[in-house]
């Protein structure tokens, strides 16, 4: 229902203000990306609804989404130039550092690493490259397909390795917001049944979308012409 992304949105809130000793970046990225899907026309289709539906269209949903891929792009610029004003970055050693964090620590992961300290150096300058590049290349046609691949890849690293699932699951998400509206409707339809749309649209009395998409004038003008 729409109106249930209020409340979400007020009680996370409401969390993080009462939580300050566990805020950190990932919880302040959600609470803008939630803000931005309560002021989206969302909440009257999903892409996994079995009764398919069209996605959402008009000014406030083109301002909606644009919001969210400036917010990821600009988070992530400067989270990078953030970085490059520490000395750790520079040498390569950030992900060493990390890696002997005891909050984060994995013992196989820090045996491999010292005994390759080139994967430490390279692991660190390429999150840097990647972060960096993503701000400028994620808007292009040609470089998005690449860019989304290589952040995605960038989170699931760090969430298979230090645990950080919570961050990776929300950036990702908030990357994919860079798919077209008709890439994310042909991946919804593989998760529908054939029949799904289909059986509810009959009891609903509506064409469903598959038979809409089946349908054309085209088709239509030929049987009428036989």
């Known amino acids: 229902m729409r109106w249930v992304k209020w409340p979400v949105w007020l009680l996370y809130v409401s969390y993080l203000n009462r939580n ?20 989206a026309p969302v909440g009257r289709w999903s892409p996994l609804d079995p009764a398919g539906g069209s996605w959402p269209s008009g000014p406030r949903a083109t301002v909606c989404l644009a919001l969210v891929r400036w917010q990821m792009a600009i988070v992530f610029f400067f ?3 953030q970085k490059l004003r520490g000395d750790l970055w520079w040498s390569g050693e950030a992900v060493w ?8 620590s994995h ?25 960096l590049s993503y701000a400028f290349l994620i808007w292009g046609a040609r470089t998005r397909r690449w860019m989304l691949g290589a952040i995605i890849v960038f989170h699931l690293g760090p969430a298979a390795v230090f645990g950080l699932y919570l961050f990776a699951w929300v950036a990702v998400v908030g990357h994919l917001s860079f798919l ?13 049944r054939p029949g799904d ?25 030929s049987a009428s012409s036989t």
């Open 97 to 104: 550092v990390v890696v002997n964090n005891p909050e984060f």
């Open 197 to 221: 749309a289909q059986a509810i649209s009959r009891e609903a009395g509506v064409a469903s979308p598959v038979q809409n998409r089946c349908t054309s004038p085209s088709l239509d003008a």
């Open 79 to 81: 989270t990078a130039a």
């Open 20 to 39: 300050p000793a566990i805020v950190y970046g990932v919880d302040l990225l959600l609470a803008n990306l939630l803000l931005v899907v309560c002021m």
């Open 180 to 192: 077209p509206g008709d890439a994310v409707e042909r991946l919804a339809m593989r998760w529908r």
């Open 107 to 131: 013992a196989p992961i820090a045996g491999l690493l010292a005994e390759r300290a080139w994967l430490i150096t390279l692991s660190t300058h390429g999150a840097l490259l990647v972060e």
